[in-house]
């Protein structure tokens, strides 16, 4: 693996006076993943740990400083659709949804599942995202409804059914 130089940082100041920040891709990390195709990378929030979803419906960690590889996250038996780092009260924690009607929760130091939660009926399940006052509250797109699990006991809690007539592939 062959690394580039650094990530610059550019700041402007816009016509209305506010300072912004661009943020520029000066480092490559020269991988080779042979026929896989890459669906999805995502940094952890302090930049220490990169997730790489893949069509071999795995998931590869690295350093995004240096390119390192850590390890691997396999389980799914379909297409992963979206990955993500937990809130930081679970700093070692990695989600991924599939195409299998799973979500699942990795461990990103030993690389092993910790936690599932199925779709009723194997539905495919296209995005997720955690909310509510600590985070336990969790949100999945599958098919043409929207459906709510409490993380914490794995139960369903809620079904939206009627509200759209299209798969819902974007839940934030």
């Known amino acids: 693996m062959e690394e580039g130089t650094e990530m610059e940082v550019e700041e402007c100041v816009s016509q209305n006076g506010n300072s912004i920040k661009r943020f520029g891709l000066k480092n490559s990390i020269q991988t080779n993943f042979g026929d896989d195709y890459v669906f999805q990378i995502v940094p952890k929030d302090d930049w220490s740990l990169m997730a790489v979803s893949l069509s071999t419906n795995a998931v590869k960690l690295y350093s995004p400083v240096t390119g390192q590889y850590y390890g691997e996250c396999k389980g799914h038996s379909g297409t992963i659709n979206c990955i993500s780092f937990s809130a930081p009260s679970t700093p070692h924690v990695l989600h991924s949804c599939s195409s ?8 990103t130091r030993s690389f092993h599942q910790v936690s599932s939660i199925s779709a009723p009926s194997s539905q495919e399940i296209f995005s997720f995202s955690f909310g509510g006052s600590t985070d336990n509250l969790l949100a999945a797109g599958c098919n043409s409804q ?5 993380w914490r ?20």
């Not at 299998?100 to 461990?107: N, S």
């Not at 929207?146 to 409490?150: A, E, G, K, R």
């Open 153 to 172: 006991n794995k139960k369903q809690v809620a079904c939206l059914e009627e509200s759209h007539v299209d798969d819902v592939t974007q839940v934030r």
């Open 146 to 150: 929207i459906l709510f699990w409490d």
């Open 100 to 107: 299998d009607g799973t979500i699942r929760a990795w461990d």
